[in-house]
């Protein structure tokens, strides 16, 4: 499902990850995260997969750099940060995008 988030400009947070064998507590620390981001001032939405080898790409939108950064420094996003390196990825990458244009297209649904 699309993230409904307002005309651009606004930024991207690009996390891709590939995820040990261990998901010890990850998916409850996945949900608490989502409900911690939803409450978070500037958060626009996201959109996120993974899939059956572990590859996964989440990109959160954001109003501007100050609301990421402030995400960033969440002391239970940085408890979450933490055991990510310790125990649930083997690697990940994090980018940071401004979007200043976009497109979209969406097929005429048929009755």
């Known amino acids: 499902m699309f993230a409904n988030i307002p005309k651009p400009?606004?930024?991207a947070v690009i996390f891709s990850s590939l995820k040990s064998n261990d998901d010890n507590g990850y998916e409850e620390m996945a949900k608490r995260m989502v409900e911690l981001v939803e409450n978070q001032d500037g958060f626009l939405g996201y959109e996120s997969l993974r899939?059956?080898?572990g590859f996964g790409i989440t990109v959160s939108y954001w109003r501007d750099l100050e609301s990421i950064n402030k995400w960033k420094s969440n002391l239970e996003h940085k408890e979450a940060q933490h055991k990510g390196?310790?125990?649930w990825y083997k690697q990940y990458k994090i980018g940071v995008a401004k979007v200043e244009k976009e497109c979209e297209f969406e097929r005429e649904k048929k009755n």
């Open 9 to 11: 400009p606004y930024y």
């Open 85 to 87: 390196k310790e125990v």
């Open 51 to 53: 899939d059956e080898k």
